[in-house]
């Protein structure tokens, strides 16, 4: 846990960021101040590399989101107005980072360093494939069912594409690296180079996979939200990970 001084430019930094993105119409107001919240907790009790990971996701959420947006509103595939995020969404994607920055409390931390770390990037790997999935893959000329792979709609719920597949690996990969970076030079020591960047990648995609599952199914049949589709897709992927930490001889 940061210690006041650094706490406090911590939570400076994280609403500046915040007032920023809702400024440039990422955010709504009110997503905006739940970042806020949520991001000031992270850089606290886990620290700035924690925090900006997720910065890096969010500038790459948002650069996705962005792209080809005129041609996104000629479809309506777009997400809100303006390609902004609001509660709903940035709760989904928020909550689960969150709680796992929380268990770095305590000494001992409930969770090893190099586990949260390991489990934190998991979860923002599979954000990261999400979201580019989605944006990229609805401007794909075609798309299958994940279930069935008969010809849907792009942007349909379990809807995939080949495009949308090959960029959800690449939102996927690049976050594991990033995260990789950050946590080699600035955070937590790591389980193992291989063992870290496999298993974030892959739990990240993975994750994206059984968020559109889900999305043919539940979601499609009214029992699941689209956010808490994406919140379970989230959970799967860190579930993922600690399965794989724990097959590979780690502890969690």
Do not use: W
């Amino acid at each position: 846990m940061l210690s006041l001084v650094p706490a406090a430019v911590g939570v400076a930094t994280t609403f500046v960021l915040t007032a920023g993105a809702v400024r440039a119409q990422a955010l709504t107001p009110s997503a905006g101040a739940v970042a806020a919240a949520f991001g000031s907790v992270i850089v606290v009790v886990a620290g700035f590399p924690f925090l900006a990971l997720l910065i890096l996701f969010v500038v790459g959420s948002v650069l996705a989101t962005r792209y080809r947006m005129d041609e996104k509103r000629r479809r309506n595939v777009q997400e809100g107005n303006h390609g902004e995020r609001g509660v709903s969404n940035v709760v989904a994607h928020i909550v689960i980072p969150t709680a796992l920055a929380v268990t770095a409390l305590g000494s001992p931390p409930l969770l090893p360093l190099s586990t949260l770390a390991l489990l934190y990037a998991s979860a923002l790997a599979f954000g990261a494939s999400d979201t580019f999935a989605s944006e990229f893959g609805v401007l794909a000329g075609r798309a299958r069912s994940i279930l069935s792979y008969r010809p849907v709609e792009p942007g349909t719920n379990g809807g995939i594409s080949g495009m949308g597949e090959v960029f959800a690996l690449v939102g996927s990969a690049t976050t594991a690296l990033a995260a990789f970076g950050l946590f080699l030079l600035f955070g937590p020591g790591l389980p193992g180079t291989a063992l870290f960047l496999l298993t974030a990648t892959g739990a990240g995609f993975v994750g994206c996979q059984i968020d559109s599952v889900l999305g043919a199914t539940l979601e499609n049949s009214g029992h699941l939200t689209k956010h808490s589709t994406n919140f379970l897709g989230m959970l799967a992927s860190v579930a993922i990970a600690a399965a794989v930490l724990v097959a590979a001889g780690g502890s969690i």
